[in-house]
Every structure is written in C-alpha cells, then in structure tokens.
C-alpha cells in the first residue's frame, strides 16, 4: 500500500472520539458530577453519578456509595464499578459502612446517611433476574434498561412487554415499581403506548382542566398538602383506593371569583354550600374507557410526567407511594445528562484537568499521554497497512500489554 494510501485511512482523534455517541453519552453521565470534591458537603444530591467498591463493601457486607470524586481519589486502585446515576444520594466515603477507611476529600461524616437507598445494584447484581452484567455466562445479547423509580437495571427480555425503539419513549417503569403505585395503570392506558392518538387524548383533556396556579405569575400559591384532612371534603377520592377511585369524587370547576384564594375557605364557604376546586385528571381518566392490562413494564412518552394531577389528594398519594419525584421533571436523567453536555469535551476537557493539576502531574499525564498516543497510532497503522479488521479481541490485548509494560516502566525521573 502506497503511503498516500496510508495517509487515506486516517488517525482517530481525539476530536473524533468524542462524536461517537456512546462516549459522549458517558461523559454526559460523568460531567454532571464533581470530579475533584466529595459532593457530601452538598447533602442529598438531586441526582449524581455513583459508584461502588467492592473492595472495600464486598457482598454480603452492608452496601455503600460513592461520589464521582471520592471513587477517583479515595478509591484509586480498588475493585470499582459504575452504578450509572442515584437521586437524592449522598457520598458514603468514609462512613460506618467502611470501617476504619477514612473519605480523604471530606474525613468528618455522619455514621450513616438515613435517606440513602440502596439495593442489589451495590452488590454488582441487576433485574429480576438477580445476575452480574456483564455477566459472562449470559450467552444472550441483550440490552439493559434502567427503571425511573426503582432505579434497577432490567434485560429487555424480562421486561415482560414489548420494548419500543423510539426516541419519543423516554422512560420505563418495571412492573413491580408500577403495583406499588397503581394509580400509575391508569395513566399508562391513556398516555403510553398509540403516542399520536394518546397526545390528542391528553390535549383534550388539557383544554377542559382548569388551570392549578392561580392569581399573577409572582404570586403563585402552592397547594399544601399538609392541611388537615377536612379541608379536603368535595376533592379528589381516586386514590382512596389505590388509584381505582370513587363515585364520591367531584369534578368542580374553580370560579375565577375564588381564583385570589384558591387553597383558603373562609367560614362562609365551609357552611354555605360546596366548595369550588380544580378537577383531578386522574377521576377524569377513570370515567374515560377502559384501564390496560396490569402486567409487564410501561415505557413512558416524552414529557408525561407533566400530565400527572397535582389536586391535593393526588400529591398525598405520590407521598405516600413514593414517589413524588415524579412530579419534578428536572429529576429526569435525561434533564441530568443535558446539563452534562454543556460541559467541554475533548482537547478542551484535557486542558481543563491539565490547567487544575501542579508541574508534576501535568508532565506525568502529558507523558502517559502522548504514550498511549504513539503505541495507538502505530498499532492501527498496522492493521491498515496489512488491511486487517481491526476485532474486539485485538484491543483488548492490545491495552492489556499497554497496562503490563507500564508496570514495568521505570520511573520517568520528575
């Protein structure tokens, strides 16, 4: 092969690998967390990267989680591995979980932190099916999805429902996750599944539903859905029982006169006659047609979170399922990995890390660098100039004779 033929196949760049969209999708997964402090001091996190360390909770022990910075420098060298992203989640470095292993970013915690949830994703174990991923006797290509409640990672093939390719299905919740709020059915038979008949359906419902924020933008009152249970008289009973609602439920209209006090009843109100209040989408669903099979997992629809009813007695019923989160759409992991990918990529990203490290570790990470550079390039020229494929077995060897020959490298002398 000529060496303009040579020249013709190109060098993967930089650059270049960070269009490709898988890498790009982990860096929007990393980039959203901190990677030089421990996000403790933060308390619980919205949502954030999280890792575990089996070397130092290993199964059987009592599970535990890390921060983004705490898995890079406090955990160097361990047995890590990558539970994707957590809500509400703080950094367990260092804590009683660990024994006597000390957070090296943030050395005095509490004992434990209470809100954590943790679960088989800890101990390196996923789906129902309770297996490893990558799990090396699964002989079966398949890919998994990750539920927006449990949290949980399932094989499409235990899903127990069809899995839809499609951009405008965003999220999935497992079946489990949906028994444990029922009053979920009842939206996925009208917002999941047909998306263009299902839209329309959910703007005409849109249309006839009142409004819940009232008087002028700056003065937006919020519902409390800590009053006292009498002030509820007249609103929504649809989840009295489990989401299979009540004939009891009415459906009133507010009237714009009550609109500047819309979450107060005077004396008058409460003794004169009944009280005006938002509909509840979810009564008005119940009445419209038939609910969906109750079994396998629902993928959801861009968006349908803002569909959900926010009346009082509905908001009652996501705290008492847990699930209230739903109601934040900024909660969404998509919203996470958005705010990722506004952070800088490539050869930006390196001359940011380089421009946060002293002499030394900047030589030492130009050196492993412009390393990694050379060996790369002349083990692709390689394969182009004999016209080889280059196979997934062929790069992992490759990086495994990379990693043996730097432990045999000596010191570099700075």
Not at 277 to 291: A, I
Request: hydrophobic content about 30%; glycine content about 6%; proline content about 4%.
């Amino acid at each position: 092969m000529s060496e303009t033929q040579d020249d013709s196949t190109g060098t993967v760049s930089l650059r270049d690998l960070t269009d490709q969209d898988e890498l790009r999708e982990a860096w929007s997964v990393l980039a959203g967390s901190d990677p030089e402090h421990c996000s403790y001091s933060k308390g619980y996190v919205k949502r954030q990267a999280v890792f575990a360390c089996s070397t130092c909770t290993p199964t059987g022990a009592d599970p535990g989680g890390l921060c983004l910075a705490c898995a890079n420098k406090c955990h160097d060298g361990h047995d890590i591995f990558e539970l994707y992203t957590k809500r509400h989640f703080r950094c367990d470095c260092g804590n009683d979980k660990f024994g006597d292993f000390k957070c090296q970013l943030s050395p005095t915690k509490d004992g434990a932190n209470l809100q954590n949830k943790y679960n088989h994703n800890f101990n390196g174990r996923y789906c129902s099916c309770d297996r490893p991923y990558p799990d090396a006797d699964d002989q079966v290509d398949d890919e998994m999805i990750q539920c927006i409640v449990c949290e949980d990672w399932y094989h499409t093939r235990h899903l127990c429902c069809a899995v839809v390719d499609s951009e405008e299905l965003q999220e999935m919740v497992c079946e489990a996750c949906m028994n444990k709020a029922p009053f979920l059915w009842t939206y996925a038979a009208h917002v999941a599944g047909d998306l263009c008949s299902r839209l329309m359906h959910w703007f005409y419902l849109e249309v006839s539903t009142p409004v819940i924020k009232v008087g002028h933008p700056e003065e937006e009152v919020e519902v409390n859905v800590d009053e006292p249970e009498e002030k509820d008289a007249g609103k929504c009973e649809a989840f009295r029982n489990g989401g299979e609602g009540s004939s009891s439920c009415q459906n009133q209209d507010m009237q714009p006169e009550n609109r500047s006090a819309a979450c107060k009843r005077t004396h008058q109100e409460m003794t004169d006659g009944p009280v005006k209040t938002q509909g509840c989408k979810l009564k008005e669903l119940l009445t419209r047609g038939p609910d969906r099979a109750r079994e396998g997992a629902v993928f959801w629809p861009y968006n349908w979170r803002s569909q959900l009813c926010t009346c009082v007695s509905c908001k009652r019923a996501y705290v008492k399922s847990e699930v209230q989160f739903l109601l934040d759409e900024s909660d969404t992991v998509l919203a996470y990995e958005n705010s990722g990918r506004t952070q800088p990529l490539g050869e930006d990203l390196l001359m940011s890390f380089l421009s946060s490290m002293d002499h030394v570790q900047q030589l030492e990470l130009i050196y492993h660098y412009n390393d990694l550079k050379t060996e790369l390039t002349t083990f692709l020229q390689q394969y182009a100039i004999e016209e080889k494929v280059v196979t997934a077995e062929d790069i992992q060897q490759f990086f495994e004779g990379l990693q043996s020959r730097k432990r045999r490298r000596p010191n570099a002398g700075y």
